[in-house]
Structures are given as C-alpha cells and as structure tokens.
C-alpha cells in the first residue's frame, strides 16, 4: 500500500518523521503555560496520544474566544530563499496579537501545516520541517503559549509556490479573557494617547503589493538581488515582532493585576492605521491626530518608492512602522512595558473628538505633510 501510495506523491515514513519533528518542537512549548491557565496535561506521553489542558479555577466572569489567522503569500519569500527560521513568528504574530486587541490573553496555538511534498529519503524537504519546527518554538516562546497539535499533510498539486518545497501555513488560537477587562471600544476617551509599538518590516500584510513591484523592476529571480549589501528575498522575509506578551502585561491578562490603563488595542495588519485604528475608534465616533509616527523600515520604504505607491495608499496596505498602536489615558506604564520587553515605544498621537484619521505622513514622498482619512 504505502508503495502506491508514494507513487501518488505521499511518503508516509517521511511524513511520520515530519509529524515528530513537530510534535517535539511542540513538547517545548509547553512548559510556556507551566503552573499558568492552559497548562498543557498529557495522559498519555506520545505524539499520537490525547493533549488537554488545565481550565481550573478560573476567576468569574472569564470567557473563552478562538481566532484564526495564516501566513499568507510571505512563506513564498521563505521559499525563494530557502530559510524558512523566522516563519512561525508571522504566523504566531497574526493570531495572537489579534487575541489581544480583544483584551485576551493567548494560551494555545493549533496549526495546519500543508506541502506539497516531504520529497523522498535521498532528498528529503524534512530539514526545512526542522527549521519551520525550530521558529515555532522561538515564537510561542516570544508570545507566551502552547502549541497543543500540528497537523500536517502532503497534498501534491493542489500546494504550489516557489522552488520544489511548498507549503502554507495556518493556526487557530485559544484565547481567554476576562469579561470587564475586554476592549469594547466605549472605554476610549477624547485626549486618550496613542502609543505606537515599533514594526520594522511588512508583518504578513501588503506582501503581495510588495512583491509585486520587487518582479517588476528585478525579475522573477528578484529575491537574489541586493541593496546595501543585502539581498532583497532576506530583507523581505524579515519576521514579524510579536507584541503579545507585553500587551498581557499591560492588561493583566487573566490571572495577573493590570499594569498600566488601557482603552483600547490596533493590531496595524491589512487596512493600516486607518482602517485598524479607525475600528476601535468607530464605535464613539471618535477620530485621532497622528503626529509623531514611527517612520517606516527600510525595506518598506523602499518598495514604496520603487512603486511610486502613494503615501495615501502605502498607509493603507501596509503598517508603515508601527505594528500596534496602544490606546491609553497614562501613556508612560506603556512605553515602559514594551521598552522591558525590547519593543520600542512612543506617543505617536491623540484621540481626536472630531471622526477622522490625520497622520503626519513619514511616508516616501509627502513626509510631513498630513494625510486625511475619514
């Protein structure tokens, strides 16, 4: 059977393989939620074996969420340079910096891994399964969870990317989160600070405008070329800063005291400040002033203007520097936590009573000019 089976494309002793590579990456993640909410119990110690986790004396009030979230078209540049380390912080970024937005707190991380092939034993893909197994324990450390399964399966022709391996990558997240600790929106006031968490690449959002303009103007092999003394595919691939673990911290998660007085979270993905930020200022109609932003990353900047993107339209595809923006009364406990964890910090602006966004663009081509959005 498993004769034919590879004939058709699956090889189940290398996909065996590939399945403990990352059972025992996720066995690391573990001890993340030790003697915390999450902590991850097994009965019985194999990879095949039932995984629960530990949801006793829970303070009232708390309440459970989900979320899920990929990587997206980004695991193409990890192709395209065969490094494929740092994926697990985008995918880690995108589901569990959404959980906190929510006033959650992120415990347990579940991901589907989908390839197009393990290859066969005398050209195994399995040491790019180590290296996607390698960042997921570096990233849930960076966010603080568990990772409690990894599926994975080979599915031929119906993956294709880049070069002969390819995949993509999704999860789902479990969040808790205490009831009047969650962000509603209501709770932001006129006068409020915005505290802009530094982003110093594109996340997993505008990439596929990005690569785009790098295939237009390099070529297909566009990844090879460099700037600076870098090849643009490393530039590019540049991991997404994970801000979990702060942002619980300032809030206090659900076993914890609150550190610092928050209104109100915008993880800047898709739709960029105004339409991330806007979402939580939408429900009290309020507006922001956005003076003093972080100024884009270099590789950003770069393909904006190698784009001729707008500044207008670079702010909506892209976090043009800042991956959160935090909304707090007492700004000063914020920026103190985020600079403890090596996130760097600052007011980038105030809410506004006025609806509307106005950024002093730090864009390529208006900087310092305002940018009005409603």
């Known amino acids: 059977m498993s004769q034919h089976y590879k004939k058709a494309g699956v090889d189940i002793h290398q996909g ?5 590579i990352l059972y025992q990456a996720a066995r690391k993640t573990w001890k993340n939620r030790s003697r915390h909410l999450g902590e991850v119990i097994t009965p019985f110690d194999d990879f095949t074996g039932l995984r629960v986790m530990a949801v006793g004396k829970l303070p009232a009030g708390t309440v459970l969420g989900v979320g899920f979230d990929g990587v997206g078209t980004k695991v193409e ?9 740092t994926i697990a912080f985008d995918l880690f970024a995108m589901v569990c910096d959404d959980a ?4 959650g707190e992120p415990v347990l991380v579940g991901t589907v891994l989908d390839v197009n092939t393990l290859g066969k034993e005398d ?3 399995l040491n790019f399964i180590k290296q996607l197994a390698d960042g997921y324990v570096k990233a849930a450390r960076e966010a603080g969870v568990a990772v409690i399964n990894g599926e994975l399966a080979e599915l031929g022709v119906r993956v294709t990317g880049y070069g002969p391996f390819n995949y993509n990558w999704s999860a789902g997240v479990i969040w808790f989160a205490r009831q009047d600790r969650m962000f509603t929106g209501f709770e932001i006031k006129p006068g409020d600070a915005l505290v802009g968490l530094q982003e110093e690449g594109f996340r997993s959002n505008g990439l596929s405008l990005a690569r785009q ?10 990844h090879t070329k460099s700037v600076n003394g870098k090849k643009l595919g490393e530039l590019a691939l540049k991991p997404s800063r994970i801000y979990t673990r702060a942002i619980v911290d300032m809030i206090g998660g659900v076993e914890g005291k609150p550190q610092a007085k928050v209104h109100g979270v915008a993880h ?3 739709g960029g400040i105004p339409g991330k930020l806007g979402r939580i200022l939408k429900p009290r109609k309020l507006g922001a002033q956005i003076d003093s932003p972080f100024p884009p990353g270099d590789i950003v900047s770069f393909c904006q203007a190698l784009g001729n993107v707008s500044d207008r339209e670079a702010y909506r595809a892209w976090n043009m520097g800042q991956g959160m923006i935090v909304v707090t009364p007492e700004p000063e406990p914020v920026i103190r936590i985020a600079r403890d964890h090596g996130i760097k910090a600052k007011i980038s602006g105030r809410v506004t009573q006025t609806p509307g966004i106005t950024i002093v663009s ?4 208006k900087k310092d000019k305002v940018l009005k959005f409603s």
């Open 16 to 20: 065996d393989k590939a399945s403990h």
């Open 77 to 85: 540049i990890g192709e395209r340079i065969a490094h494929h380390h």
């Open 100 to 103: 906190v937005v929510r006033g």
């Open 123 to 125: 050209e195994s893909y």
């Open 213 to 222: 303009i790098l295939r237009q103007n390099f070529g297909e092999e566009w």
């Open 268 to 270: 800047i993905t898709g």
């Open 362 to 365: 730090q864009g390529a081509f």
